[in-house]
């Protein structure tokens, strides 16, 4: 088993209410600029092969910190205790899903809740230097460079977080050495998805 360092930076994200290129008519969803942010140090252990084929490992979580960014609601901060991520890896595509789950203790003393996270990220040869290497050499993946998203969840706790468990989220990371050896860092992005109300009904969607 080897160690790393892995920190999960607090960004904001910005507002997307308008279809992508290529789409003339508004989708009805939108995701709001409301960031939560993590930060973590795991160790890491290959656990072999599944019967099914592909891989498996495991990122066991050390030290965790959730929190809130201004604006999103409830404004908060936590430690992230109990953390596992059993990674697994496709048989016969360059894809990872990650299977994240940890206990988050709110410091204002509140009721813990779960948190949990899967998702899907396309292998890179660029990010797998990175994450192997653990040197300072300058290396980043910026945002949308490789398709990785997440789709954290969370569940129980008290009143006044019921609205985490009441939404939908998504995230998006950025991946980078850092200037000590041993350190990578990790951004993520994690977006309230929310609906939009449009003049479109079912038979209208293609023009």
């Keep these: 088993m080897w160690q790393r360092r892995v920190r999960w930076d ?3 994200v ?4 308008e279809s992508p290129p290529g789409h003339g008519l508004p989708s009805g ?18 656990l072999g092969n599944l019967s099914t084929g592909g ?6 979580v050390k030290e965790a910190t959730l929190q ?4 999103f ?3 908060f901060r936590a430690t992230v205790l ?3 991520d ?3 890896g496709d048989p016969n595509e360059p894809i990872t899903r990650p299977d994240l789950t940890g206990t988050v203790y709110p410091d204002d003393g509140s009721t813990p809740f779960q948190m949990h996270s899967g998702g899907i990220q396309v292998a890179d040869a660029e990010l797998a230097a990175i994450v192997a290497t653990n040197t300072s050499e300058g290396r980043k993946i910026p945002y949308g460079a490789v398709y990785s998203v997440w789709t954290p969840t969370f569940r129980g706790g008290d009143k006044a977080y019921s609205n985490l468990q009441k939404s939908i989220f998504v995230g998006s990371e950025t991946v980078s050495d850092s200037g000590t050896p041993g350190e990578f860092l990790v951004g993520i992005r994690i977006s309230k998805v929310s609906p939009v109300k449009t003049n479109i009904t079912i038979g209208e969607e293609f023009p």
């Design 14 to 17: 910005s507002s997307a209410n």
């Design 82 to 84: 109990y953390g596992e």
């Design 68 to 71: 809130s960014e201004p604006g």
């Design 29 to 46: 969803i939108h995701v709001s600029s409301s960031p939560l942010g993590l930060s973590l140090i795991a160790e890491q252990a290959d």
């Design 55 to 60: 891989t498996l490992g495991l990122g066991r």
């Design 73 to 75: 609601m409830p404004a």
């Design 10 to 12: 607090r960004s904001s």
């Design 86 to 88: 059993y990674v697994t």
